[in-house]
C-alpha cells in the first residue's frame, strides 16, 4: 500500500511492472495537486505540474514565460525555498505569487500565499504542493 497520487510521479509504474495491472487495485482518492488548486481558487488546465519529490525538474521545464503556470510536489532537499531561489536564478520576478499547501484536508492543513521572493526565505512545507503563477 502507498499514498499520494497515483499515477503521478507515485510507485504505481514500478508496481505496474513488477505484478502486472491485472493484480493491482488503485484507489484514488482526491488529487493532492487538485486539492491545492481548489484550495486557491485558480483552474488547472494550463498548468504544468512537476515533481520535485525525489528529482529535480529540468531548467527549461522551469524557465519562465508570461503567463506561466506551474504546480510541484516538494520534498526535504527540492522544498520551497530551493524552489523558489531557483525559479528566480531562472528569470521568474521575484514578485510573482506562489502559495504553498500543507497537510491538505487534514486538521493541520496549512496554506500561506507568498511571492518567490518571500518563499525563499520560508522554512518548513517540506512535503507540499507549491503553486507558481504569473497571471
Keep these: 500500500m502507498v499514498s499520494g497520487d497515483p499515477g503521478f510521479y507515485s510507485l504505481l509504474a ?3 511492472d513488477r ?3 491485472a493484480k493491482l487495485k488503485v484507489i484514488p482518492g482526491i488529487s493532492s495537486v487538485q486539492l491545492a488548486f481548489a484550495r486557491i481558487g485558480r483552474f488547472w488546465q494550463d498548468a ?3 515533481s520535485m519529490h525525489g528529482r529535480r525538474a529540468d531548467d527549461g521545464a522551469l524557465a519562465f514565460q508570461p503567463g506561466k503556470k506551474l ?3 516538494t520534498d526535504g532537499k527540492h522544498n520551497p525555498a530551493f524552489i523558489a531561489e531557483l525559479l528566480i536564478k531562472l ?3 521575484p514578485a510573482t505569487q506562489c502559495w504553498l499547501c500543507e497537510n491538505l484536508s487534514y486538521d493541520n492543513e496549512n496554506i500561506a500565499a507568498l511571492t518567490l521572493e518571500e518563499g525563499s526565505k520560508v522554512s518548513g512545507f517540506h512535503h507540499c504542493v507549491m503553486v507558481v503563477s504569473d497571471e
Design 91 to 93: 528569470g521568474w520576478p
Design 71 to 73: 504546480g510541484f510536489l
Design 14 to 16: 514500478a508496481l505496474k
Design 48 to 50: 504544468l505540474l512537476l
Design 19 to 21: 505484478f502486472g495491472p
